[in-house]
């Protein structure tokens, strides 16, 4: 992974085998980004997506392991418990086309990861919401 | 709904229950923001997609009511007739990870929208374009 | 196509019969833009989508021609031998909202494209990687 930063833009190039949650993650640790936002796109062949079950209040993961297009990744970067948390979404497509995404626990790169995060000053943090059962902005 | 302020960037916390189009409109009356566009994530339980028809030069709409991912929402507010206008198009994906899209009339949030609006200044009216059918930038 | 730049920001109103990547390119060259990430919405209705092979480092591609939805595009300028390349992957949607995706060859507007063109003061340019196959950002 290597990025270069353009006053408040940092262009991330993710390469072959990075993780992309635990490189931004990283990234924003040594850069010290506390609030930003970030859009992307790029190739995995390795993917983990989870969607929360608004009842259980549980997460079920599918891991996926193909050459897949990153049509778009999405997400935010905020504060837990004074620690970096990136969340991010995903849209992914396959070698016909179709479309699925979700919630990305963490996928490897397989070509290349093309991001622009923003920098914004400021800070939000998450806390835990207990009728939802997740960590949500505190704003 | 809640929102912060950093600079020209205003993070938007929808919340369980929330009208993604009429909370973003009313934001932007209240802020008066005439211009600006934004990208987000979050999970919608009752969503209203809509195709428009070249041909017919009408919208065909679908309800879908059920747990779903935002993949991606993205968007811009302008002006129709000195009014807020926001304009977006959404990608959602279901418990099976299976991607589905297009306009969205309105959505309900289920759990959260974590939403990055950027203001820009400047201004861009909508007018109706008798060819098209619909309601365009001019500029 | 016509846009309006407000600061750094490029509205761009690509019309009927434009092709995507060709007008976003030529403003590019106009405006002097040699670093810059978009974001928008719209429709299209003939599009060619290509999936990159890691293994044959070959891209296989696809034509559609019919109505579809621009869920989202998303994508990056930067330089390569000098020029402007524009690299974009985009989210479709058709009548039965369905969503399909990949990495955006060239598209044809049908009715409108709203896209928002971020110039970022930098440089980045792309150079052959040999083991990847593929014009990658050399930073």
Avoid: P
């Avoid at 992307?40 to 079920?60: H, Q, R």
């Avoid at 990153?70 to 418990?81: E, K, R």
């Amino acid at each position: 992974m290597k990025y270069k930063k353009f006053g408040e833009h940092y262009c991330i190039k993710l390469e072959k085998g990075d993780k992309i949650i635990e490189e931004i993650t990283e990234m924003c640790k040594k850069e010290n980004i506390k609030l930003g936002f970030f859009n992307g796109i790029g190739a995995v062949d390795n993917v983990t997506l989870s969607i929360f079950d608004t009842t259980t209040k549980e997460y079920s993961e599918n891991n996926i392991k193909k050459d897949l297009e990153i049509a778009n990744i999405s997400g935010n970067v905020t504060q837990l418990d004074g620690e970096v948390l990136v969340h991010s979404h995903i849209v992914l497509s396959d070698e016909k086309m179709g479309a699925f995404g979700g919630h990305l626990k963490e996928g490897i790169i397989s070509v290349t990861g093309e991001i622009v995060l923003r920098k914004v000053d400021g800070l939000i943090k998450r806390e835990k919401d207990e009728d939802i059962g997740l960590n949500l902005w505190s704003i």
